[in-house]
Nanobody, 124 residues
């Protein structure tokens, strides 16, 4: 089992920044990837960004490319999402996810472990 604990959400004005953190613990594997998804009220869960741990490859949704940066700290088993130039449409609950194995994917069903979510609210 893998446990994921997110932190860093909150309320920010449009144009501001936030950094989300996600600490993984438990039976983690060397070959794995982590990602962030988000879900706004009344909308489907949406892929945001992913990082391949060993290869350091990343993937971003077009809606956040150039504004968000995903990174990882192997020593701390932690992944971060730096969010800059935030917009009201970024308002959502953000979920950290984890999957074992190689490769990056945008499909939520490919991730076996999910955090509890952290609320990000961007005011206009």
């Amino acid at each position: 089992q893998v446990q994921l604990v997110e932190s860093g959400g909150g309320l920010v004005q449009a144009g501001g920044s936030l950094r989300l953190s996600c600490a993984a613990s438990g039976r983690t594997f060397s070959w794995h990837s982590m990602a962030w998804f988000r879900q706004a009220p009344g909308k489907d869960r949406e892929f945001v960004a992913a990082i391949l741990w060993s290869g350091r490859s990343t993937d971003y949704a077009d809606s956040v490319k150039g504004r968000f940066t995903i990174s990882g700290d192997n020593a701390k088993n932690t992944v971060y999402l730096q969010m800059n130039s935030l917009k009201p449409e970024d308002t959502a609950v953000y979920y950290c996810v984890y999957r074992e194995g190689w490769g990056l994917t945008r499909r939520p069903t490919d991730y076996g472990y999910w955090g509890q979510g952290t609320q990000v609210t961007v005011s206009s």
